[in-house]
């Protein structure tokens, strides 16, 4: 199993040269990468971004929409990205297309899959640690199940600061850590933040963090910031390259 998750945030050209560099090597060989832009309600505008974004990977992307069928769409994929959005919406769409299972199969059989924020989110054993609003609501949070830990995209540490004229307030919202703990009071599977820029690259049963920070929560437990270079199994324990 070969899948790449990201989180996002690929503002800099180091960053966006990392996601080439991954891109490039997660589809390797790959003629037909489907794309899915569920996340978005602008599917088509939203490929055709992407793909122009993507293009110094040097891998071209397909709209499922340009399928006839969207699960014959990813029988017939080489690879699959899901993109990033809204991931309720991406979530409701998957289970009204019929895909989710059809995705689990052909992704253990050995497609490679690379999901960007919300398409990070669905690779989880659910979709609970999502930081979107509800626009709508899904059948279930219950999606791929290619890992068996959570994902938090966008992740960062302490509080947020808002600039007001000159001056800079704190945001007294709760802190992404504090939500992950939330979902701890309910949950025992383990939650890995992605920092901005971050990239988990799973081969089999192991992942290595590439490109930025990732902060690894479990339930009753300091969370702990490993740096690109360390290697996660299936629990997220870790050990450097």
Request: net charge negative.
């Amino acid at each position: 199993m070969r899948l790449l998750l990201g989180s996002g945030g690929l503002r800099t050209p180091e960053r966006q040269q990392v996601y080439f560099d991954e891109m490039a090597l997660i589809f390797e060989g790959c003629d037909e990468v489907v794309f899915i832009p569920y996340a978005s309600a602008n599917h088509e505008g939203y490929t055709s971004r992407l793909a122009d974004f993507s293009a110094p990977s040097g891998i071209s992307l397909r709209n499922i929409d340009d399928f006839d069928n969207p699960i014959s769409a990813i029988e017939q994929a080489d690879g699959l990205y899901v993109g990033g959005g809204n991931t309720f919406l991406l979530t409701e769409k998957l289970y009204a297309n019929n895909l989710l299972d059809i995705v689990h199969s052909r992704v253990l059989d050995g497609m490679p899959y690379m999901g960007v924020s919300a398409g990070s989110n669905v690779a989880c054993p659910t979709m609970q640690t999502t930081n979107d609003m509800p626009i709508v609501q899904p059948p279930s949070f219950k999606t791929f199940g290619l890992i068996p830990f959570q994902i938090n995209a966008h992740y960062h540490a302490g509080n947020i600061w808002l600039k007001e004229g000159d001056l800079f307030e704190p945001h007294f919202g709760e802190t992404r850590a504090q939500r992950i703990q939330e979902f701890h009071e309910h949950n025992h599977t383990p939650v890995v933040g992605l920092w901005e820029g971050a990239f988990i690259r799973w081969e089999g049963d192991e992942g290595l963090l590439v490109g930025g920070d990732a902060t690894v929560f479990r339930p009753g437990e300091e969370p702990v910031t490993h740096s690109p270079g360390v290697k996660f199994d299936n629990q997220l324990l870790t050990h450097h390259r």
